[in-house]
């Protein structure tokens, strides 16, 4: 796992620290020293603590006059013990929203699993963006998005189908947000 850096083709487009906005303004990061792990797997010094022991992101992109933001996710999700989405909630995506980020696009493949408790912090997220706010799941594991499903977080999120299987990193910021945007006006009629 420790060779699995976050996507680093756009960092000539937007870099987190360096984002007086951002949740992770300022943050320094190691080249060489490996401090974050996964249960006994060291991970990759780019990759951003949120509060969670198991679960760990990274902002690509974020376009405060569009409105949107991309994440790429590593980790194990863990909503049972750990509670993640409390924490990705509080402290990261209520911080962008905060700031006119009202549309978000998760990218899930280095997600290994998912562990629900209840949907309170993902139906309040829902709620907390405005009426054309949304969060899409990318590109997350099968066997993830058969969990999110169990638990009927497709209430409060987007995933499946064409979103499962997108080709994002031959595509720039913005024209991954206009594919997103444009599968999720088909999907509900818009």
């Known amino acids: 796992m420790h ?25 320094e990061y190691s080249e060489f020293e490996f401090t974050h792990q996964i249960y006994n797997h060291l991970i990759h010094p780019q990759w951003d603590f949120f509060g969670s022991n198991t679960l760990y ?3 690509l992109f974020a376009d405060y006059d569009e409105g949107f933001a991309i994440i790429e996710m590593i980790g194990e999700w863990n909503d049972a013990v750990d509670n993640d989405i409390m924490f990705l909630k509080r ?5 962008m929203i905060d700031f006119g980020i009202n549309r978000f696009i998760l990218i899930g ?9 209840d ?3 993902y139906e309040e997220l829902y709620h ?23 638990h009927n977080l497709d209430y409060f999120i987007h995933f499946g189908g064409e ?10 910021p913005p024209q991954l947000y206009d594919v997103v945007e444009r599968l999720l006006s088909r999907r509900l009629g818009s």
């Open 128 to 150: 907390d963006l405005d009426d054309d706010g949304w969060i899409v799941f990318l590109n997350f594991r099968e066997h993830v998005l058969d969990e999110f499903r169990a």
């Open 119 to 121: 949907d309170s912090y």
């Open 91 to 95: 402290d990261i995506l209520e911080h």
């Open 109 to 117: 493949e280095n997600v290994l699993n998912f562990h629900a408790s």
């Open 57 to 59: 992101m990274k902002v």
């Open 163 to 172: 979103l499962d299987h997108l080709l994002w990193r031959k595509l720039q």
């Open 3 to 27: 060779d699995l850096e976050p996507y680093y083709m756009w960092r000539d487009l937007y870099v987190a620290s360096e984002d007086e906005r951002s949740p992770f303004y300022e943050r």
